[in-house]
Nanobody, 121 residues
Framework: QVQLVESGGGLVQPGGSLRLSCAASGNIFTINTMGWYRQAPGKQRELVAAITSDVNTNYTDFVKGRFTISRDNAKNTVYLQMNSLKPEDTAVYYC???????????????WGQGTQVTVSS
């Protein structure tokens, strides 16, 4: 029904920056919350940042002041600007969206396939 495609991951040195993008497409009537999660090897998936349709944001304490989440509702796209990257930020980053499809009265949670972010010197 819905596809989320992430882009922008890659290899960056400590202190560098990356911008992740996630575009949602398909059977979408409206999107409520969009967010970014990450999962490092041997660890649980964790919330990085989330943003609501009225542009309220929430960040994990580990990225506050370094990462910024934003969205373009006309494009059904969410972004994550990552600055001052640290080796511990290395993970697969997943996009998530709460989507209300056409002909539905409830929201469903959809996930992208993930994009690798590696921070290393």
């Amino acid at each position: 029904q819905v596809q989320l495609v992430e882009s922008g991951g890659g290899l960056v040195q400590p202190g560098g920056s990356l911008r992740l993008s996630c575009a949602a497409s398909g059977n979408i009537f409206t999107i409520n919350t969009m967010g970014w999660y990450r999962q490092a090897p041997g660890k649980q998936r964790e919330l990085v940042a989330a943003i609501t349709s009225d542009v309220n944001t929430n960040y994990t304490d580990f990225v506050k002041g370094r990462f910024t989440i934003s969205r373009d509702n006309a494009k059904n796209t969410v972004y994550l600007q990552m600055n001052s990257l640290k080796p511990e930020d290395t993970a697969v980053y997943y996009c998530n969206a709460h989507v209300r499809p056409y002909r539905s009265n409830i929201f469903f949670s959809y996930w992208g396939q993930g994009t690798q972010v590696t921070v290393s010197s």
